[in-house]
């Protein structure tokens, strides 16, 4: 994270706001992003982002001018106004820019939204609304990843091959994120990062053990997914996405452990129809489909107002359901589902994981069974 006590800051700020040489030297030392620097969007396109600093900060625009210092824990809000970003305590507008930049001095963290999260934050106009942007470090941003993503209390091989796969992952999107605003998403939707809020002394210490360690499949950086059980057996990514990836096969996992190895779940059909949207009255729910590892891919829906086709990653997502590996048994007014696992199934299982660091596996060993065929390279 880039330290604005320094020199330049020092210098930027002595020869004053509206200086050209202070906006020249946040440009040299502040805009280029580092190797290993990521781009998160915590908030997307957002009504309002609320910022703020552990640290005196200051708040500039996209060409480098200083537009207001915020004093050390005070927040303050971002919002658009007529397609530009605007800075408003709630009573007080501090001026508006196509973009607002955030440094905290001294090694501070920032706030976005209702969390603390290391390096700096962009703020961009996107979709009529208000995109946050943390800029971090890859190793502090995975100090949050790997407790976010999997329990911090957990064996540390465990929490090493988490922070490989992380990694790997990472780096993967940010190759592919040229002429993007970001990177990654701070969710599901990429990898959960909850700031400083999901690290931990045992997080911390995975990451570091682990500094720059990538997997790669054909000399490249491989993009690493994961989940949380496959219920005994993971999957091709072939029979779940349906492109083939060579170093995505299924094995056989080791997490029998896991609560989530099985569970059960109980709808009316009248619920079911309404979740999923059939205009009549359910008489069967069908699977017409599986993968090879039992993962239900088509399924049927049949009553009154016909039969309705649907996936079986739909039919889990409107349940609710934690993963596509279930038997359905029909009654004439309920559908019991019995299932296997959470998550899609593909790539490293977090609780095969931990079940291999119990039986003494190290991290190495755990990442080359879920992620066939490659290698553990750096940097």
């Known amino acids: 994270m880039l330290n604005t006590s320094s020199w330049p800051l020092k210098l930027f700020l002595a020869l004053g706001r509206h200086s050209w040489w202070g906006a020249l030297l946040w440009f040299l030392w502040v805009i280029p992003a580092h190797a290993t620097e990521l781009r998160i969007a915590i908030r997307n396109s957002a009504n309002q982002v609320q910022i703020g600093a552990s640290t005196t900060g200051v ?6 001018q200083a537009i207001l210092q915020l004093p050390e824990l005070q927040s303050i809000s971002v919002d658009t106004n007529g397609g530009r970003l605007e800075l408003t305590d709630g009573y007080s507008d501090f001026g508006q820019a196509n973009t607002f930049w955030l440094e905290p001095s001294n090694d501070g963290v920032v706030w976005i939204g209702d969390r603390w999260y290391r390096g700096r934050v962009k703020l961009i106009p996107s979709n009529g609304g208000v995109t946050a942007i943390n800029y971090v470090d890859i190793d ?24 490989v ?20 998403k701070s969710t599901q939707a990429s990898q959960v990062y909850k700031g400083l809020e999901g690290e931990a002394a045992s997080t911390q ?72 949207g059939y205009p009549g009255i359910i008489q069967a729910v069908e699977v017409l489909s599986r993968s ?15 039969a309705l086709t ?70």
């Open 205 to 276: 210490s995975a990451v570091d053990a682990t500094h720059g360690k990538v997997l790669t499949h054909g000399g490249k950086v491989i993009e690493a997914v994961f989940h949380s059980s496959s219920g005994g057996h993971t999957e091709n990514s072939e029979h779940v996405w349906s492109q083939a990836v060579p170093y995505l096969k299924g094995v056989p996992d080791f997490d029998q452990n896991a609560p989530v190895y099985s569970w059960r779940a109980q709808f009316s059909l009248e619920e079911v129809g309404a979740r999923i």
């Open 59 to 64: 708040i500039r625009d996209n060409r480098g």
């Open 140 to 163: 502090d941003y995975l100090y949050s990843v790997v407790g976010s993503e999997m329990p911090a209390s957990w064996p540390q091989e465990a929490l090493r091959s988490q922070a």
């Open 310 to 379: 649907i996936t079986g990653n739909t039919f889990r997502q409107k349940l609710g359901l934690r993963s596509t590996k279930f038997d359905l048994a029909v009654s004439p007014t309920s559908i019991s589902v019995a299932g296997n696992g959470f998550g899609h199934g593909i790539g490293m299982s977090q609780w095969g994981a931990r079940g291999m660091a119990e039986r003494g596996q190290q991290y190495r060993d755990i990442l080359t069974h879920f992620y066939n065929g490659t290698r553990l390279g750096s940097l």
């Open 165 to 184: 796969a992380a990694r790997s992952y990472a780096m993967y999107h940010k190759s592919k994120a040229n002429g993007q605003s970001y990177d990654l």
């Open 292 to 306: 090879p590892q039992g993962r239900a891919n088509r399924m049927s829906i049949i009553g009154d107002a016909g």
